[in-house]
């Protein structure tokens, strides 16, 4: 049996008024219902949540950082401990993701040649080097459903000259994160890079098609492009890969407004930090906007954050009881703001899968946009007030 086969459950209508796709990845360890939303491990823990709070905000999915896990407590160590499943006690699907992104953002130090990337840890400056081996190394060793190939992510806005070199070097690593892949239970996904210039977006893309990846990821975006530069350049690709029958990743997009429009232009999986990160600095999402749960006024609220929601904190606890939590600096309050907020981007990830299904998906998009706020990408910035 394949590591992976995906299925389209409801393809795209014919008529072009959306790209938006059901499908059905099915996995070593089950099955990913897609559109789908990945929440970040980092750590191999999605921050203040145990496995029992994630799988109760519908996650069915999680990422986790290759990068991290490499640098501490180590691939070695956790291979030794029965794997990343066994490890972090999730018995669902994990994708790690290449490493690329945080040896280039975190990395101190770094020097990248045609052959691989140099740098130094971002925790004690201890010397390491990634290739497109050993990225794969570490993620067989960890033993995620769903591996993905090394890559040289740049801003989307860098010079062409800059764009042109990474997305070589990318092609180059593709091909070898290939040839270096042994673990037959393991799925592989490629990446696509390209910056946001037509001519080497499609380039890329028809390149990593080419070859014989399980998924195609999205790369390069999520950055510091306009939602009108994400969106002409998701066409450029998707355009490219047509009727292309793999899974497609854009990687790093995370606020609900902005997954509505990628799921729209024919993109199937999505992970972020987003919602955790601005659950923790006390930004609640509720349909139609947010919630700043440290605002005076919902000190004396009884209500819950949102009345229809099935997370641990809407269950059973009012806006004054985080508000509380959150003035007090109390641990709970992370656990059950994060929760809140991963229900709901799984739980709109679903609205978006229930329409696909019922066929009424490009007419439903007024309403999804309406729920979905207007929270935009800035907001992973925003800062504890
Ligand atoms: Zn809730």
């Given at each position: 049996m394949p590591?992976?086969?995906?299925?389209?459950v409801?393809p795209?209508p014919?008529?072009d008024?959306t790209r938006?796709r059901?499908?059905?990845?099915e996995?070593?360890h089950g099955?990913?219902?897609?559109?789908?939303?990945?929440?970040v491990?980092t750590?191999?823990?999605?921050k203040a949540l145990?496995?029992?709070?994630?799988?109760?905000?519908g996650?069915?999915?999680?990422?986790a950082n290759?990068y991290h896990?490499?640098l501490?407590?180590?691939?070695?160590?956790i291979?030794r401990?029965g794997g990343?499943h066994?490890?972090?006690?999730?018995?669902r699907p994990?994708?790690?993701?290449s490493?690329g992104f945080q040896?280039v953002?975190?990395?101190d130090?770094?020097?990248?040649?045609?052959?691989?990337?140099?740098?130094?840890?971002?925790?004690?400056?201890?010397l390491?080097?990634?290739?497109?081996?050993?990225?794969?190394a570490?993620q067989e060793?960890l033993?995620?459903?769903v591996a993905v190939?090394?890559?040289q992510?740049?801003?989307p806005?860098?010079?062409?000259?800059?764009?042109v070199?990474?997305?070589?070097?990318?092609?180059?690593?593709?091909e070898r994160?290939?040839?270096?892949?042994?673990?037959p239970?393991?799925?592989l996904?490629?990446?696509v890079q390209?910056?946001?210039?037509?001519?080497?977006?499609?380039?890329?893309?028809?390149f990593?098609?080419?070859?014989?990846?399980?998924?195609?990821?999205?790369?390069?975006?999520?950055?510091?492009e306009?939602a009108a530069e994400?969106a002409?350049?998701?066409d450029v690709?998707?355009?490219?890969?047509?009727?292309?029958?793999r899974?497609?990743y854009?990687m790093g997009?995370g606020?609900?407004a902005d997954l509505?429009?990628?799921?729209?232009?024919?993109?199937?999986?999505?992970d972020?930090?987003m919602?955790a990160r601005?659950?923790?600095n006390?930004?609640?999402w509720?349909?139609g906007?947010?919630?700043?749960i440290?605002?005076?006024?919902?000190?004396?609220d009884?209500?819950?954050v949102?009345a229809?929601c099935?997370c641990?904190?809407c269950?059973?606890f009012?806006r004054?009881?985080?508000?509380?939590?959150?003035?007090a600096?109390?641990?709970?309050?992370?656990?059950?703001a994060?929760?809140?907020?991963?229900?709901?981007t799984?739980d709109f990830?679903?609205?978006?899968?229930?329409?696909l299904r019922?066929?009424?998906?490009?007419?439903t998009?007024p309403?999804?946009?309406?729920?979905?706020?207007?929270?935009?990408?800035?907001?992973?910035?925003?800062?504890?007030?």
């Amino acid at each position: 049996m394949p590591a992976a086969t995906f299925e389209l459950v409801v393809p795209p209508p014919s008529d072009d008024s959306t790209r938006a796709r059901l499908g059905r990845l099915e996995l070593s360890h089950g099955v990913v219902e897609t559109p789908q939303f990945m929440p970040v491990g980092t750590n191999a823990t999605v921050k203040a949540l145990d496995p029992t709070d994630i799988a109760a905000t519908g996650a069915t999915i999680i990422l986790a950082n290759t990068y991290h896990l490499y640098l501490r407590p180590g691939h070695d160590r956790i291979a030794r401990l029965g794997g990343l499943h066994r490890f972090m006690a999730w018995d669902r699907p994990i994708l790690t993701d290449s490493g690329g992104f945080q040896v280039v953002s975190l990395g101190d130090l770094r020097v990248v040649d045609d052959d691989g990337v140099t740098f130094r840890s971002h925790l004690d400056g201890s010397l390491h080097r990634f290739t497109a081996e050993h990225a794969i190394a570490v993620q067989e060793a960890l033993g995620s459903d769903v591996a993905v190939a090394f890559d040289q992510p740049v801003a989307p806005s860098s010079p062409r000259a800059v764009v042109v070199e990474a997305a070589e070097r990318t092609h180059r690593w593709a091909e070898r994160s290939l040839q270096a892949h042994e673990r037959p239970d393991q799925a592989l996904f490629g990446i696509v890079q390209g910056g946001l210039q037509p001519d080497l977006r499609a380039a890329s893309t028809r390149f990593v098609a080419s070859l014989p990846f399980d998924g195609i990821c999205i790369g390069g975006l999520a950055g510091d492009e306009s939602a009108a530069e994400r969106a002409a350049t998701l066409d450029v690709a998707v355009g490219v890969l047509a009727r292309d029958p793999r899974p497609r990743y854009l990687m790093g997009l995370g606020s609900p407004a902005d997954l509505l429009e990628a799921v729209h232009r024919g993109i199937d999986l999505f992970d972020s930090v987003m919602p955790a990160r601005v659950a923790r600095n006390g930004q609640l999402w509720v349909p139609g906007g947010r919630l700043n749960i440290r605002n005076s006024r919902y000190q004396d609220d009884p209500e819950p954050v949102q009345a229809d929601c099935p997370c641990l904190a809407c269950r059973s606890f009012s806006r004054a009881y985080l508000a509380h939590l959150f003035r007090a600096q109390e641990l709970l309050a992370y656990r059950l703001a994060t929760c809140h907020n991963l229900t709901f981007t799984l739980d709109f990830m679903a609205r978006i899968r229930a329409a696909l299904r019922a066929g009424t998906f490009p007419a439903t998009l007024p309403a999804l946009r309406v729920r979905a706020g207007r929270v935009s990408h800035d907001e992973a910035s925003v800062q504890s007030a």
